[in-house]
């Protein structure tokens, strides 16, 4: 049997009729191509390319544009659209998406739109790219088909290109007049295959005992790596944050730990914040943001990314079957499928009276009152809030608030309960002793304790200032943070942090850079001997990592100006830093006083001339002048010499 014909049974065996969503799918996609390629720029068509969350082509559910934005901007989509339709290309995508950015500098939109523009083409042009427009699903679609038939995709460039790249690579194994629509809605079929296939691994993974047991990782929930610049506190982080999400994950080599560690980023499960200065508790735990909606000035209550992997690590803190009707994520999308299938809105009942729910956008949830003409909002975090019954709300939204919980837990019970497995999440915080622990913890430091965490015998429970919410942090979310011993010592830690958290050292190690020789310099004694000689200028905090060098080690052509570079632009402009620019102690380091002038890195400066430039009698403090002796870097001597004192050869 050829490749094409086994291609070809593959793409039936996921065809439009194999499952009965795709089945009623097929026709309406169909449909929707020849009503739009009759009369694109219409106004019908053009609200259905953009505005619409469910076209048939594709569905998009939060990431679309609201009424308001798309009455602004339907101008300029019109052109967008016409320019597509004419000359569907790598320049028409590129030309829409700086349109589209434009538009949101402008602040017509208030996101990029990249789904929707996506989906744009698949509606105008089925034959060259796929309905497929979420990046992260395109990518698992076409890395299997690429590996399974040897496709030969380099899967470089953006949407657009990778599309078309996919769907070249198709023709060649398909009938000419096979339906590009067809394969469009088949390719889908085949995303959620694979997506049934990974949930059903993972649940049978979950059930071996071995991964089970695996869950309770050795390493601790809060630790903090600590060391000087180039010590290797970035891999190891990667590394640790790793195997605390999977334990059970093994890896190869770096490139595998790698790929895992961006796959888990993008599920969400391993998030990356830096501290710094201006850091506070609003950005890490909750606080106000301010916008405009409809020409007025909205306060909006905001969850810091702290909060938010909080929520997220709770969903997945248990193995169990969740109830749909106290699944808040579950009853809200089922809500929101709801409304897009009902122009006029959804009507809730209130004790004494109603109100519609006429649109979702972002946080915002607009309505109407059965009396009044303006528009009211609530806002989804509050709502997520109450129904979870960590918050109550008092005053004149509380009757909106309670029934709309009503409505969605009404919803929830008609769905199917959800199995969740145990899922372990990740926090790194960089830089963490840059900024005010106290100040961005605020009274959560004591939360974040591995006995007070919720899950363990002495679970304990705040009340946020802010949002009056129920709060606490799961035994499932580890914390990894990274300081830079040189920035600020271990000593000038906030003392509450220290007693939360392990400290592991990352110190210097010049044994791993042995055996690299460049030209007959032994670069695992130049960093040794460095060191040794900073310890006892000024501490060891302020030592080089080895880090700096390790790549010497990878490169089979390494030659001398390879070695020149790291310490031409890593480790003089570093000493700089921790000498202050003291230039004499500089050359210590390097034993620059026991070399010639030929082969000393930094020498006199001897073109500067006091006399001439301050003739007279000018009493200045004739100290001495240093520079860098560029020439030196070109000699092996000039580092063989720092570890071979007294040599002068």
Known sequence: MSQSQTFLEFINSHSPETNKSSEAWYPRYTQTYQEIAGDPESPPSLEKLWAMADNSVA????????????????????????????????????????????????????????????????????????????????????????????LKLSLKGDWYIRNTELKAALSEH????????????????????????????????????????????SQPLNQILFGPPGTGKTFTTIKRAVRAAEPSFTWADRDGLKTKYQELIRKGRIRFVTFHQSFSYEDFVEGLTAHTDNGNLVYEKRLGIFRQIVKAAKEYQVSEVKDAATSFDESWEAFLTKLEDRNDGISIKTRRS??????????????????????????????????????????????????????????????????????????????????????????????IEPSKRSGATEALEVTLPLTGDRFSVPDNLYIIGTMNTADRSLAGLDL?????????????????????????????????????????????????????????????????TDLAEVFQQKIIPLLQEYFFEDWQRIRWVFNDQSKSNEHAFIVKDDAISFDELFPGDVPLNSRDRWRLNESAFEYTTSYKQIYEVGSTQ
């Open 59 to 150: 569905s998009i559910r939060q990431a679309i544009l609201s009424g308001d934005e798309y009455t602004k901007a339907k101008d300029y989509l019109a052109e967008i659209t016409a320019n597509i339709l004419s000359s569907p290309s790598h320049a028409t995508y590129s030309q829409a998406l700086s349109q589209i950015e434009d538009l949101k500098q402008k602040r017509i939109l208030k996101r990029r739109y990249v789904a929707v523009l996506n989906r744009v083409f698949a509606a105008l042009h089925p034959e060259k790219v796929t309905s497929t427009v979420i990046d992260d699903a395109f990518n698992t679609v076409a890395r299997y088909l690429n590996e399974k038939f040897d």
């Open 174 to 217: 398909l009938p000419t007049d096979y339906d590009p629509i067809r394969l469009n809605v088949a390719l889908w079929n085949v995303y959620q295959a694979l997506q049934n296939r990974q949930a059903q691994n993972e649940a049978q993974e979950s059930n071996n005992n071995a991964y089970n047991s695996s869950i309770k990782v």
């Open 354 to 447: 109603n109100f519609t729910v006429t649109e979702v956008d972002a946080n915002t949830i607009r309505f109407d009152k059965s009396q009044g003409q303006s528009v009211h909002t609530l806002s989804v975090t509050s709502l997520e809030a109450v129904f979870n019954g960590d918050r109550e709300i008092k005053g004149g939204l509380q009757p909106y608030y309670e029934s709309l919980v009503r409505r969605l837990k009404e919803i929830g019970s008609k769905l199917n309960n959800k199995k969740v497995e145990r899922q372990n999440f990740v926090l790194i915080i960089d830089e963490i002793n840059r900024g005010n622990i106290s100040r961005i913890f605020g009274e959560l430091i004591t939360l």
């Open 496 to 560: 509450a942090l220290r007693r939360r958290f392990d400290f592991i050292e990352m110190p210097p190690l010049s044994e791993e850079l042995k055996g690299i020789i460049v030209e007959g310099i032994d670069v695992e004694k130049i960093l040794d001997v460095i060191n040794r000689r900073i310890t006892a200028l000024l501490d060891k905090n302020h030592c080089i990592g080895h880090a700096y060098f390790i790549h010497l080690r990878d490169n089979s052509n390494v030659a001398l």
